[in-house]
């Protein structure tokens, strides 16, 4: 799975979220947004808004599939920890399961805070919580060690969605609504697991014989076959004003 077709995976677990939360902060009326941490473009190339949508991400390679992807966007190459616009240049700022792969999250969100208007929102659509993963039946428990491992290993951090709120608070964003996005991965389509067995085949390649990822793979076949697949990862989201 390339990079891009993983970005909308994500972005199809969070569609309704979106839409309602934007509903709720007034995406509608809003002149000016941003997505810190861009990516390929999976989200910002789905939004019909009339707003002007600026767009920003470290990796030159995924802002260059995101002009292709968003070419309607303004798109910037820089850190969400050190954003390049001045106070309250924005009406809505919002990321997209980016705060637990920066090294500073609370830094990101106060420039998050700092860049959109008064009584203007901030949202973290979704930041998963490894820690508290749920895997059934427990044959299948150390495959969500394994991913969590791997994150951190990338430079993630696995468990960061559990401190999101308190993160947003520490900003000065006030928080309107938080909680958790109902993402039950046994009720996906067997392409959608396909999907998602093509990630963790690439985040385990590296640390995982392969022979083991595939007992594993045939373990969770086996196990959706005979309706007693669970697999649960809490991801948090926020939404706030500043």
């Not at 798109?75 to 240049?89: I, K, N, T």
Request: aromatic share 6%; hydrophobic share 45%; with cysteine.
């Amino acid at each position: 799975m390339n990079r891009h077709d993983r970005y909308l995976q994500q972005a199809r677990w969070t569609r309704d979220l979106r839409a309602y939360l934007f509903d709720r902060a007034g995406l509608a009326g809003a002149r000016r947004v941003l997505e810190a941490g861009c990516g390929t473009g999976a989200v910002l190339a789905s939004m019909t808004a009339s707003a002007a949508l600026h767009g920003l991400d470290l990796d030159p390679g995924a802002l260059t599939e995101a002009r292709i992807h968003a070419p309607g966007a303004a798109l910037v190459r820089a850190d969400a920890r050190s954003l390049p616009y001045p106070d309250s240049a924005f009406d809505i700022v919002f990321c997209h399961f980016l705060l637990l792969w920066v090294d500073e999250p609370l830094r990101a969100a106060r420039e998050m805070a700092r860049v959109t208007r008064p009584g203007g929102s901030v949202l973290a659509l979704a930041e998963p919580d490894y820690s508290q993963r749920v895997d059934e039946p427990a044959s299948l428990a150390p495959l969500g060690r394994l991913q969590t491992e791997s994150l951190r290993a990338q430079g993630a951090d696995p468990s960061f969605g559990a401190r999101l709120a308190e993160t947003f608070a520490r900003a000065g964003i006030e928080i309107v609504e938080t909680g958790t996005i109902r993402r039950l991965e046994e009720e996906a389509s067997p392409e959608e697991q396909e999907k998602e067995w093509a990630a963790l085949e690439a985040d385990l390649a590296a640390s995982v014989p392969v022979e083991d990822i595939h007992k594993m793979k045939l373990l969770d076949e086996e196990a959706r076959a005979r309706g007693e697949r669970t697999l649960y990862v809490p991801t948090h989201f926020a939404w706030g004003r500043v």
